[in-house]
T-cell receptor
């Protein structure tokens, strides 16, 4: 069974500073990897995904993530935080060929002016 | 764009009532999912369906049932609502086996008094 670890339920970042959210997973087979964002009182929206190919993946709103197989990680970054980035972020993993997604517990990002 | 709609954004029910949450997707997706989301626990899978009239239990199916009579519609049923079922409920869909990206509805915030 796969599991996803996101450390730090609340993450504070200054406006203009680097956003770094860590995601580590355990999976017995090559995974598909996702980052979703949830704004207040809304559903989840896909930020980016890794399935195959290039390990550095670019997503919406200036976010990107890098799949590192040796570290079983898929960390999310954005070079410069904006106030509109305040939201909850979820990492998710699905082993190849499996319909289900396993989600991490999420990171609530607060952007400080 | 895929659209997943949920019948209510907010719902207040009494303990012991039978509760129906409806979800509709408009992109002919084969797979549909129901999650509940609670602070600090992330998203937990209740049930999913990979075809009409087919269903599989997720991680926390107790106290819930589901119905999928038509491909586009997936209903979550609380047979006898309890206060510990107060939560945010999220519906999602994905295209087919191997296409695991899930598209989410806006969520229903259910309060059981």
């Amino acid at each position: 069974a796969q599991s996803v670890t996101q450390l730090g339920s609340h993450v504070s970042v200054s406006e203009g500073a680097l956003v770094l959210l860590r995601c580590n997973y355990s999976s017995s087979v090559p995974p598909y990897l996702f980052w979703y964002v949830q704004y207040p009182n809304q559903g989840l929206q896909l930020l980016l995904k890794y399935t195959t190919g290039a390990t550095l993946v670019k997503g919406i709103n200036g976010f990107e993530a890098e799949f590192k197989k040796s570290e079983t990680s898929f960390h999310l970054t954005k070079p410069s935080a904006h106030m509109s980035d305040a939201a909850e972020y979820f990492c998710a993993v699905s082993p190849y060929g499996n319909n289900r997604l396993a989600f991490g517990k999420g990171n609530q990002v607060v952007v400080i002016p | 764009d895929v659209k997943v709609t949920q019948s209510s954004r907010y719902l207040v029910k009494r303990t012991g009532e039978k509760v129906f949450l409806e979800c509709v997707q408009d992109m002919d997706h084969e797979n549909m999912f129901w999650y509940r989301q609670d602070p600090g626990l992330g998203l937990r899978l209740i049930y999913f369906s990979y075809d009409v009239k087919m269903k599989e239990k997720g991680d926390i199916p107790e106290g819930y049932s589901v119905s999928r009579e038509k491909k586009e519609r997936f209903s979550l049923i609380l047979e006898s609502a309890s206060t510990n079922q107060t939560s945010m409920y999220l519906c999602a869909s994905s295209l087919s086996p191997g296409r695991v990206e899930q598209f989410f509805g806006p969520g229903t915030r259910l309060t059981v008094l």
